[in-house]
């Protein structure tokens, strides 16, 4: 069955380091998106991103977070200089439909730890 | 301001008992309601999708109802079994956005 895969799966940084975690959704869906879970809290909605460019984002994706497309397979979400409350599960999601229709299928996650 | 809000938080129950989990919400324009299944560390998984129009969903072992007049989801879950320990999540979506909106979870212990 096709799924999303996310790496790294665990990723420690220092404060103020750039990291890039990764993401291939399943190959023929459309639209893509990134949520993260700090520890014990709810999931929260970071971007979404169809067509090549971001279509809705939170108050929580500010200028330190970008992402890209970079070739057809990849969906990166990068983190210009990371802080403390960075850390949490960053879950990579994908779906063939807008999101208040269609079923999103997430990744495994990527636990980001910023010491 | 779009919630929604998940009861009880945590449950414990022995393997084979039914259990039945509660999600209100208040998310407008409402387009659908799922519920997830998140393994401890690991990704949520789908486990039911419904719309303004359907008020009862099952998959397997799990049936989930929705009253769109009173804003309130149930997910019933039969015969459970050990590997049904996890969190169950309540996700509502509004029309206007590409934003999911996730309730707390329930967290949910079968032990035999």
């Known amino acids: 069955e096709p799924e999303v895969t996310q790496t790294p799966s665990h990723q420690v940084t220092q404060m103020g380091q750039e990291v890039i975690l990764r993401c291939v959704p399943i190959s023929n869906h459309l639209y893509f998106y990134w949520y993260r879970q700090i520890l014990g809290q709810k999931v929260e909605f970071l971007v979404s991103?169809?067509?090549?460019?971001?279509?809705?984002k939170s108050e929580i994706f500010d200028d330190q977070f970008s992402v890209e497309r970079p070739d057809g397979s990849n969906f990166t979400l990068k983190i210009r200089s990371t802080k403390l409350e960075d850390s949490a599960m960053y879950f990579c999601?994908?779906?063939?439909?807008?999101?208040?229709?269609?079923?999103?299928?997430f990744g495994e996650g990527s636990r980001l730890t910023v010491l | 301001k779009n919630q929604v809000e998940q009861s009880p938080q945590s449950l414990i129950i022995l393997e084979g008992k039914n259990c039945t989990l509660q999600c209100n919400y208040t998310v407008s324009p409402f387009s659908n309601l799922r519920w997830y299944k998140q393994d401890t560390g690991r990704g949520p998984v789908s486990l039911t999708i419904?719309?303004?129009?359907?008020n009862t969903k099952s998959n397997g072992r799990y049936t989930a109802t929705l009253d769109a007049d009173t804003k309130q989801s149930s997910l019933h879950i039969t015969a459970s079994q050990l590997s049904d320990s996890a969190s169950y999540i309540c996700?509502?979506?509004?029309?206007?956005?590409?934003?999911?909106?996730f309730g707390t979870g329930t967290r949910l212990q079968v032990f035999p």
């Open positions: 419904m719309t303004f129009s359907e």
């Open positions: 991103f169809y067509n090549n460019e971001i279509s809705e």
């Open positions: 999601a994908s779906s063939w439909d807008r999101a208040n229709t269609g079923e999103l299928f």
């Open positions: 996700v509502v979506s509004a029309r206007d956005t590409d934003k999911l909106i």
